[in-house]
């Protein structure tokens, strides 16, 4: 079972859509991620936030909005994506800033832009 | 050249065989590493972290060489349930940045 909750596990929305990716921790850590996983490729990076404030934002579009309303919770919001956004999309979690604190993750939303 | 590079494989391995395989970084201040197992549409789990001495957990054994950049994980007594695909992630000096290798599949067969 994950420490890292994510919901929905699928979701299916049109390209005028918009809609939100939840996640939840409660292990403490202060480090939280959003990664995009597309079939047969390893996660890519997305966003970190460190301490609740945005601290790595790898060039994703605006269509992908983060926010982290507590230390605890990471929300995706999403609007106006294309097709090829369609994918995996992971939460993970780590102790801030420490040596060896690998990244847990939650169970990811499958996301599929029609 | 890619900061973290894997074999994508598969490696096809028979019940019982041990196999093993690599992954390379290419920043020699990286400092820490781990072995992640994903399952074909789960999340990524952590396998086991690797120490600078190496360490084993069971079957598996994970072994760092600092000279030559690259991690390595062995797998002895294969079990069918070993076949996953392995993804290497390594740790920058600083900040919360983690770089996945692309991964290798291993295919344990009767």
């Known amino acids: 079972d994950t420490e890292v909750t994510q919901t929905p596990k699928h979701l299916v929305m049109g390209m005028t859509n918009k809609k939100s990716l939840k996640c939840e921790q409660h292990?403490?850590?202060?480090?939280m991620y959003w990664y995009k996983q597309k079939a047969k490729k390893p996660p890519e990076l997305m966003f970190v936030y460190s301490y609740e404030k945005l601290s790595i934002n790898e060039s994703v579009p605006s269509r992908f909005s983060p926010e982290c309303p507590n230390s605890s919770l990471l929300n995706l919001h999403l609007h106006a994506l294309q097709p090829e956004d369609s994918a995996l999309y992971l939460c993970?979690?780590?102790?801030?800033?420490?040596?060896?604190?690998?990244?847990?993750f939650g169970n990811g939303t499958r996301l599929t832009v029609t | 050249r890619k900061e973290v590079e894997q074999d994508p494989g598969p490696f096809n391995v028979p019940e019982g065989a041990t196999v093993a395989f690599n992954c390379t970084y290419s920043n020699s201040a990286s400092q820490s590493f781990f072995w992640y197992r994903q399952d074909c549409r789960k999340e990524p789990k952590l396998l086991m972290s690797?120490?600078?001495s190496g360490n084993e957990d069971g079957r598996f054994t994970a072994q760092l060489n600092r000279a030559s950049q690259y991690i390595s994980l062995l797998i002895r007594d294969s079990k069918l349930s070993d076949s996953a695909t392995y993804l290497c992630v390594v740790q920058e000096a600083a900040g919360n940045k983690l770089t996945f290798g692309g991964g290798t599949r291993v295919l344990v067969k009767p």
């Open positions: 292990m403490g850590h202060r480090a």
């Open positions: 993970a979690s780590s102790q801030q800033g420490q040596f060896n604190s690998p990244l847990h």
């Open positions: 690797v120490y600078s």
